[in-house]
């Protein structure tokens, strides 16, 4: 077959573009209602041997996707979840939504968001109105109506009526999905009909300052008898690292890389404790890709995790059964097992209540940590990939009220250099850098 020159490439892209949509197969899978399954078909070969014009690549597309649907459809009607029920009750759709589409595989949700949704599910399903109006029957109205008697009756914070007002959405959409609904009266998509009430900003917190951290350091160093080796170590992540509870728990000794020239952790994976399925330790990666990043260690950090390094190598020879010692948890009991969520905030909230700062806990340890990146002078887009936020508006709305004065500063930059003083700012970090890399050298020169 003789190769396509450049302009017979051009003229068939051009045409893709333009008949894109017709050579997309797209089905609506009635079992699988979350998933949208699509797909480009490429040229087809004939049965001569040739490409297939384009009359006949848009003609083979159309019929495959007709296949598909029909497929779907003939699937749909012989599976009992199909929900055909025109008396079904708003309080009977959200417990279906709960048990059919929060459970399933397809919708992969992690342990904490899928008790979140039972919850919420369950406190819709108890309304004593829903319980008792056919959802083909729901208007905007009765949403709104709703959301009154969770405010004012319940007395529920703006934020949490926002919580419902999700749950009851995907709600909806599930009974459109299912030929409940023929329509969500609360919108779909991003143009929602039915908005929930406004959530206040929040107050501007108040960073923990530097004596109370060295301070809640030394209390854990010396309640070691009494928590454990680990706690130590637990809050000095805490308080050098930013990181989140469940992914210090999660952490294993796989991703801290402490015997290199510039040591720091890689935040991939986090810890979750599951109550009500018994207690289940369940691992995990992080929430979101954003979320999994890089951290720099500081030189005592470092120190201090590798002392304890030591003390777990020494420990696991002589205490750990055999079934742990392949273990490679950074943060674990004595005897190998993997330490709970609640029983490290229990721990914190103890030394809390000695030092009698209320304040310390493990997300304003966390803002701490990022005050005094923003403090010391790191751009904000630094800030945002050491604390994985979601963008960077997160990281200048949370964090802007601590923020150098820049309009002095930059006054004083501009005065100046008018006078003919310049500075680079790097240097200091430069010649840091250096130091670090001679000594290194040395020690590895040695050893």
């Known amino acids: 077959m003789p190769r396509k020159t450049l302009e017979t490439l051009v003229k068939e892209t051009k ?53 598909l649907q029909a497929e779907a459809n003939e699937a749909a009607l012989k599976n009992e979840t199909l929900i055909d029920n025109p008396n079904m009750t708003v309080s009977e759709l959200a417990l279906s939504w709960s048990e059919e ?8 949700l992690r342990p904490k968001t899928r008790r979140g949704y039972h919850g919420n599910s369950d406190v819709v399903a108890k309304d004593p109105i829903f319980k008792t109006m056919p959802v083909r029957e729901l208007q905007v109205k009765d949403v709104l109506e709703y959301y009154n008697r969770l405010g004012k009756r319940d007395g529920n914070a703006p934020s949490t009526i926002k919580n419902k007002h999700i749950v ?47 301070q809640l350091r030394t209390e854990a160093e010396n309640s070691v008898d009494k928590f454990g080796n680990w706690f130590e170590a637990y809050v000095w992540t805490l308080t050098y690292t930013g990181m989140y509870p469940s ?32 207690g289940v330790i369940d691992e995990d990666e992080v929430k979101r890709s954003l979320r999994e990043r890089e951290i720099p260690l500081a030189q005592d950090y470092a120190h201090v995790l590798k002392k304890y390094r030591d003390y777990q190598k020494e420990n696991a020879q002589y205490v750990w059964s055999d079934g742990h010692l392949d273990a490679t948890k950074v943060f674990c009991g004595t005897f190998g097992q993997p330490i709970k969520n609640d029983r490290a905030g229990r721990y ?21 940590f990022a005050c005094c990146l923003v403090r010391q002078g790191l ?3 630094d800030v945002k990939q050491i604390m ?5 508006t997160t990281t ?22 008018m006078n003919g003083k310049t500075y680079d700012i790097s240097t200091k970090v430069c010649e840091d850098v250096c130091e670090d890399n001679e000594e290194f050298i040395d020690k590895t020169a040695n050893s």
């Open 101 to 108: 589409s929060v459970d399933s595989p397809a919708k992969n």
């Open 168 to 214: 009851l959405k995907q709600v909806l959409n599930y009974g459109v999905m299912t030929n409940v609904l023929e329509k969500n009266v609360m919108g779909t998509g991003t143009e929602s009909i039915v908005q929930p009430p406004r959530i206040p900003k929040r107050k501007r917190k108040v960073p923990i300052e530097p004596a109370a951290l060295a």
């Open 396 to 417: 200048l709305e949370i964090y802007a009220d601590v923020l150098p004065d820049v309009s002095t500063q930059a006054a004083v930059l501009i005065n100046d250099y």
């Open 15 to 67: 045409w893709v573009y333009k008949h894109y949509e017709n050579l997309q197969v797209q089905w609506h899978d009635p079992l699988n209602p979350l998933k949208s399954p699509a797909k480009t078909i490429k040229r087809p070969v004939m049965p001569n041997g040739k490409p297939a014009t384009d009359k006949q690549w848009v003609d083979i597309a159309s019929e495959i996707q007709k296949r």
């Open 348 to 368: 914190l909230r103890k030394i809390a209540d000695k030092m009698n700062r209320p304040d310390i806990n493990a997300l304003n340890l966390r803002h701490a």
């Open 379 to 381: 751009l904000a887009p």
């Open 247 to 278: 992914e210090i728990l999660g952490l294993a000794w796989d991703y801290v890389y402490l015997d290199v020239l510039h040591p720091y952790i890689a935040v991939r994976r986090s810890q979750a404790y599951i109550p009500e399925q018994g």
């Open 388 to 392: 994985g936020h979601k963008n960077i």
